[in-house]
């Protein structure tokens, strides 16, 4: 999973990027935040979006809704932490893009989009089915007709797990360790994050939920939406058995 100080969007409803993390979030993202970097997801998004507006939900300090409404798109935000929000708005920019504090899975925002997105895996800091559910209903219910919620994350690697194994090593350096530990009865995943500075061990542990493509296609069917396109990355690979992420996109009757 990700770093703990460099995770996009909220985890739910407990908000864990206070103004600590917040502070170093984008220091954190900097090899993922040059241009060079977002701009498949920025090319991709804004030939979804159209004339937009777009709706970004985990908004965070702005990696993707900054670029995009750049590009001409009006871009609205869901931020659980306000922490993260400030950090947004005060970046040149940030004062064109709205933000609405609260949960993305129940946070209503006035008016229809044209596009909505979650990007960086925050589908899963939703730590329950049921409230991974009520985002795609709530999303729905913010779309226009024909409209798009687009979702970036990865495939569960539970094909690396032998029988028994729980532990997953997602990075082993010599500053920092990241570790994902599988519950796969309740798709519960928690990331352990250690850093090391000299004698000192500083941890952190984050809940997520993860959920594999099929069952997002079924959320997506019971809010009303229908699957348009699947692929492995914002450059649009194809999605195959051996694809560590994928990005999807669903869309609204017309």
């Known amino acids: 999973m990700r770093n703990p100080d460099a995770v996009t969007g909220t985890p739910g409803p407990d908000d864990h990027f206070d103004a600590p993390i917040a502070a170093g979030y984008d220091r954190a993202h900097a090899a993922i935040s040059t241009p060079e970097a977002v701009a498949p997801a920025i090319d991709f998004l804004a030939g979804l979006a159209g004339a937009g507006p777009a709706l970004e939900l985990g908004v965070g300090t702005g990696r993707i809704a900054l670029p995009l409404a750049a590009r001409g798109v009006p871009v609205h935000g869901i931020e659980l932490s306000q ?9 040149p920019g940030g004062a064109s893009i709205g933000v609405t504090l609260g949960d993305f899975a129940a946070a209503r ?3 229809r989009f044209s596009l909505a997105y979650l990007v960086f895996n925050t589908i899963m800091n939703l730590t329950s089915q049921d409230a991974q559910v009520a985002c795609f ?17 990865i495939v569960p690697q539970l094909q690396r797990l032998p029988p028994g194994q729980v532990m997953h090593p997602f990075h082993v350096g010599e500053s920092y360790w990241g570790l994902d530990e599988y519950d796969v009865v309740t798709q519960r995943v928690t990331s352990h994050h250690l850093t090391f500075a000299g004698d000192k061990v500083r ?3 984050l809940p997520f ?3 594999w493509p099929s069952e997002l296609d079924l959320m997506a069917r019971l809010a009303g939406m229908t699957l348009r396109e699947r692929w492995g990355g914002w450059n649009r690979e194809p999605f195959t058995a051996e694809s560590r992420q994928h990005v999807s996109v669903w869309e609204t009757p017309r």
């Open 203 to 205: 941890r952190r542990s």
């Open 137 to 153: 209903h709530n999303v729905a219910d913010h779309l226009e007709p024909g409209g798009c919620f687009v979702i970036e994350v």
């Open 209 to 211: 939920r993860y959920v």
């Open 109 to 111: 925002v006035e008016g």
């Open 83 to 91: 922490a993260m929000a400030d950090r947004l708005a005060a970046k």
